[in-house]
């Protein structure tokens, strides 16, 4: 839910329409809504909510988060450069069968680079994670991996994707954002990075 009102911030929102939006039951929606209202950090119009401070949710987000829910699997690639790309492309792309996104450093490489990394990070469903294990040529690592996989509990993470290149798939701009927060030092600068990049705002 936050992520949609972080998308669009000027949008207006029946409580009806972003439960339905987000997956939310409709009591959770109206909770948040008035507390978003409390902090005045939303206010109330005749087609909705809509954010006006939405610096200051991303900000309380930041501060609080903690990184999803889920397995993460470590894994080794021997593909590097334009055959790792062209690798991960084609898994990416079965989006009907299989679930797969680029994630946290990933993420943000296509997004707003800043710096490498020599670690791939991902989100997967269990079909997203075979396709990608075909495709990379992936074996186990319990130590020494290039590629992170983390099956989240919460799907809408894979739902709730974007395409900033044809054919690469990427966690959405707050996601990848908070991801990055939480990734240590050079995290949080690819972070501040992003957000500078991308995150801005006028409502």
């Given at each position: 839910?936050?992520?949609?009102?972080?998308?669009?911030?000027?949008?207006?929102?029946?409580?009806?329409?972003?439960?339905?939006?987000?997956?939310?039951s409709?009591?959770?929606?109206?909770?948040?809504?008035?507390?978003?209202?409390?902090?005045?950090?939303?206010k109330d119009?005749?087609?909705?909510?809509?954010?006006?401070?939405?610096?200051?949710?991303?900000?309380?987000?930041?501060?609080?988060?903690?990184?999803?829910?889920?397995?993460s699997?470590?894994?080794?690639?021997?593909?590097?450069?334009?055959?790792?790309?062209?690798?991960?492309?084609?898994?990416?792309?079965?989006g009907?069968?299989?679930?797969?996104?680029?994630?946290?450093?990933?993420?943000?490489?296509?997004?707003?680079?800043?710096?490498?990394?020599?670690?791939?990070?991902?989100?997967?469903?269990?079909?997203?994670?075979?396709?990608?294990?075909?495709?990379?040529?992936?074996?186990?690592?319990?130590?020494?991996?290039?590629?992170?996989?983390?099956?989240?509990?919460?799907?809408?993470?894979?739902?709730?994707?974007?395409?900033?290149?044809?054919?690469?798939?990427?966690?959405?701009?707050?996601?990848?954002?908070?991801?990055?927060?939480?990734?240590?030092?050079?995290?949080?600068?690819?972070?501040?990075?992003?957000?500078?990049?991308?995150?801005?705002?006028s409502?």
């Amino acid at each position: 839910m936050l992520r949609l009102l972080l998308q669009d911030p000027a949008k207006q929102w029946r409580v009806v329409d972003l439960a339905k939006a987000s997956g939310v039951s409709l009591g959770h929606v109206s909770n948040i809504r008035s507390a978003l209202l409390d902090r005045e950090w939303t206010k109330d119009a005749d087609a909705g909510m809509f954010l006006v401070r939405p610096d200051f949710l991303l900000d309380a987000w930041r501060d609080s988060y903690v990184a999803p829910t889920g397995e993460s699997l470590r894994f080794y690639t021997p593909l590097h450069g334009s055959s790792f790309e062209d690798a991960a492309r084609r898994a990416l792309a079965d989006g009907a069968h299989a679930q797969a996104t680029f994630a946290s450093f990933s993420a943000g490489q296509w997004l707003a680079p800043y710096g490498r990394t020599g670690t791939h990070y991902f989100y997967a469903d269990k079909a997203g994670l075979d396709r990608l294990t075909v495709d990379l040529n992936l074996s186990s690592a319990a130590k020494g991996e290039n590629v992170v996989i983390t099956m989240p509990k919460d799907k809408a993470i894979l739902a709730d994707t974007i395409e900033p290149v044809p054919g690469v798939i990427c966690t959405n701009l707050v996601q990848t954002y908070l991801d990055l927060s939480i990734a240590g030092e050079r995290g949080r600068e690819a972070a501040e990075h992003l957000r500078l990049e991308k995150l801005r705002w006028s409502t």
